[in-house]
């Protein structure tokens, strides 16, 4: 009676094969990590990232006059979106206050856009120092946080733009000092 067996692979070509398998794995999260990150200092206007019709919206401010996301282009910026009758949103505000005073002079902007009534803003904002650009809106705002990835439409809800426009990273609820030191390490 002949009996076939399967050849085996020897121990070094599964190493090999391991070893080649590892490599791949590392040179895609690398490039991930590459491909999400900035590389330049310089703004390219022409990137797909700025085409996007949000740099290009009129929004209101608390002073009644006006914000337009294009002007922050070429900065690392996050973006918050939040309410007056937001208990989590008001909490936040102050860290987010103090990262933009310790972060300013390393290319970073905060811009808060407020989903609610212009009076109820005003009113806060005469009670609580905040110094980043404030916008305030409801349903084009709304509609800009879900663009922008908010699909339940939860606040408070941040993103991270690196300096070429494209969203690093998305945070919904309560922006914590461990999300900041996470955000500058990975632009």
């Known amino acids: 009676m002949i009996i076939h067996q399967k050849p085996q692979k ?39 990232a700025f085409t996007d019709p949000a740099w290009q919206q009129m929004i209101a401010t608390p002073d009644q ?19 007056t009758w937001c208990p989590p949103c008001v909490e936040e505000l102050p860290l987010l206050e103090k990262f933009y005073q310790e972060q300013k002079q390393n290319n970073w902007m905060v811009v808060g856009l407020a989903i609610d009534k212009l009076a109820s803003v005003q ?50 609820g309560k922006v914590k000092e461990s999300d900041l030191e996470a955000w500058k390490a990975i632009i």
């Open 10 to 48: 020897s121990k070094r070509q599964l190493i090999l094969a391991v070893t080649a398998g590892a490599v791949g794995l590392a040179g895609g999260i690398a490039w991930r990590v590459y491909s999400q990150t900035s590389h330049s200092s310089s703004v390219n206007p022409n990137h797909p």
């Open 65 to 83: 006059k006006t914000l337009q996301l294009k002007n922050f282009a070429g900065q690392k910026l996050v973006i918050n979106f939040w309410a």
């Open 123 to 172: 009113q806060f904002l005469k009670l609580n120092a905040i110094s980043f650009p404030i916008g305030v809106g409801n349903i084009e705002l709304m509609t800009l946080s879900q663009n922008w990835g908010n699909l339940s439409g939860s606040l408070p809800f941040s993103i991270v733009i690196d300096s070429n426009g494209v969203v690093v990273q998305r945070r919904i």
